[in-house]
């Protein structure tokens, strides 16, 4: 079956415009993660639904930041007014792992991204 | 979870073993010790995880030291494909599962 998705890939936005960025996990994955990545560095969580219940969201930088998860499949991050420091990588990740359980099996598999440039 | 310690950089001829050491002291009992890796351009992707056992998939093997306090990962057969940043990551049980990136070792596999 096909992985985890993201569109678009590259999006350049002027400040103060909203984005929205989409993910399509592995079908079936209850567990969806956002990350952060900036140049140089290690991504950074951002939020985490299970299902369609968002768990976590304490890495969201700022309130411009809303993740969505209606149906529980289908995931949309929202940046609202882009700031210069938005500019980053932004990956999904999945997983089958119901949060609370064993770290036995927590193996996330990762979209490719989606590269933000805010200008 | 668990702070980790990697070195920033190795460089690895192609077709030698590659063995990139990841150090873990603070880490408890019911914590795996995770491997991912990011080619460029990249997302990450899973390579391997234990717990106190050594581990081996078709990738790579994970070494992890009696006390637990550090691991290598190691892959047998280093090709040009594998350079990419490496990053170790422990892991417990009971929370949502969001993994926390150090810095990762750039690992570049030179001809």
């Known amino acids: 079956g096909a992985g985890v998705s993201q569109s678009p890939r590259y999006k350049v936005a002027k400040r103060g415009q909203d984005v929205a960025l989409r993910c399509d996990p592995i079908s079936g994955h209850v567990s969806l993660f956002w990350y952060q990545q900036a140049l140089g560095q290690g991504p950074e969580f951002l939020t985490y639904f299970q299902n369609e219940a968002q768990l976590d969201k304490s890495g969201l930088p700022s309130d411009r930041f809303f993740a969505e998860r209606p149906e529980g499949s289908v995931s949309t991050l929202k940046i609202q007014r882009t700031q210069q420091e938005d500019s980053a990588v932004y990956l999904c990740?999945?997983?089958?792992?119901?949060?609370?359980?064993?770290?036995?099996?927590?193996?996330?598999?990762f979209g490719p991204g989606t590269r933000l440039t805010v200008l | 979870d668990a702070k980790t310690t990697q070195p920033t950089s190795m460089d690895c001829a192609e077709g030698r073993a590659a063995n990139l050491p990841c150090n873990h002291s603070t880490i408890s009992g019911n914590e795996y010790v995770y491997w991912y890796r990011q080619i460029h351009s990249q997302g990450p992707q899973y390579i391997i995880h234990g717990l106190k056992n050594n581990e081996t998939n078709e990738m790579a093997s994970l070494i992890i030291t009696e006390d637990r306090k550090s691991s290598t990962l190691i892959l047998p057969h280093a090709t040009l494909r594998d350079t990419a940043v490496y990053y170790c990551i422990v892991h417990g049980s009971g929370n949502t599962g969001k993994l926390i990136f150090g810095q990762g070792t750039t690992l570049q596999v030179k001809p």
């Open positions: 990740a999945s997983s089958s792992r119901l949060a609370g359980g064993s770290a036995k099996n927590n193996e996330q598999f």
